[in-house]
């Protein structure tokens, strides 16, 4: 079911300082050139600073929504569409109800209007009219942001996994970080082992195959029967499947591209 699918979210608070600025902006920007729900009639020499007032309002809401769903987040180490539909419901509920006091106190300053039947009809003309856009747009920033803070965890976790290549030596192997490979050529009964170490390339030959050495690296991929390379380091592809050739940041040598192989580097160069 669509509200159980999980939703990316983002465990960084300054993602999501980021995005309670974008949306208080959002309101701000939409109160002041568009003029909605007569905001054009409204005349006032600090006109714009009232409006301004809104997007504190959201964002202030939003952050204090934040702590709250941090706190649920961690505890039950999940976050679905049906909690981000809450959220979203929430945080535009929230700051709208506390909107309406603000209009009606500090704006208009008619204490009057403080009662039910008015603050429903108020509460339904922002929701409908206005609250419904700044829910879409909060959603489709908080996904965003989530999947770059989701894409950031994999890139960090990665970056600290190294692996023990074993030679067809039984004596003989090399630890090396598995993001740091660069390139792997095979020689004769030998390979040559590319990698990164600080701001040096350096290289290790071992007594294997490059088949071996290809099922042990994880993040390679297969170029040429004689190449493996991890596809991190592509600059650019060069000519066609009849004649492909790769250039590898960093690396002066130019790595020949097999036809077999072709669509799948060029796929990891979109």
Same mark, same amino acid.
């Given at each position: ?36 729900? %007569? ?10 600073? /009232? ?16 702590? &709250? ?8 180490? !999940? ?49 409908? %009219? ?15 942001? %989530?999947? !770059? ?9 990665? &970056? ?48 294997? !195959? ?22 991190? /380091?592509?600059? &650019? ?6 004649? %492909? ?26």
């Amino acid at each position: 079911m669509f509200f159980n699918k999980s939703f990316p979210y983002s465990t960084s608070f300054r993602d999501h300082l980021l995005i309670a600025t974008i949306l208080s902006f959002l309101v701000v920007f939409i109160l002041i050139f568009l003029q909605p729900f %007569g905001a054009g009639n409204f005349n006032n020499p600090y006109k714009n600073l /009232y409006f301004i007032g809104y997007g504190i309002i959201s964002l202030i809401v939003y952050i204090a929504l934040y702590f &709250s769903s941090s706190w649920y987040y961690v505890s039950n180490k !999940t976050w679905k569409w049906k909690e981000e539909l809450v959220f979203s419901f929430l945080y535009v509920s929230l700051a709208i109800i506390i909107a309406f006091f603000y209009t009606e106190l500090f704006i208009n300053k008619k204490p009057e209007h403080i009662y039910l039947d008015f603050f429903v009809t108020w509460f339904r003309l922002m929701f409908f %009219g206005f609250g419904i856009i700044l829910s879409i747009v909060s959603m489709f920033v908080r996904n965003y942001y %989530g999947k !770059t803070n989701e894409s950031e965890k994999e890139i960090n976790k990665d &970056s600290d996994k190294a692996v023990l290549l074993k030679s067809s030596l039984k004596k003989e192997s090399f630890l090396v970080v598995l993001v740091k490979v660069i390139y792997v050529k095979s020689e004769d009964n030998y390979v040559n082992i590319y990698y990164e170490e600080g701001q040096e390339i350096k290289k290790k030959v071992m007594r294997n !195959t490059l088949s071996s050495v290809f099922d042990q690296l994880e993040s390679m991929i297969r170029v040429h029967r004689s190449y493996i390379i991890n596809p991190r /380091y592509i600059s &650019s592809l060069e000519g066609n499947a009849q004649n %492909g050739k790769v250039r590898l940041d960093n690396i002066e040598e130019v790595i020949p591209v097999s036809k077999t192989y072709f669509d799948e580097v060029k796929s990891h160069t979109n």
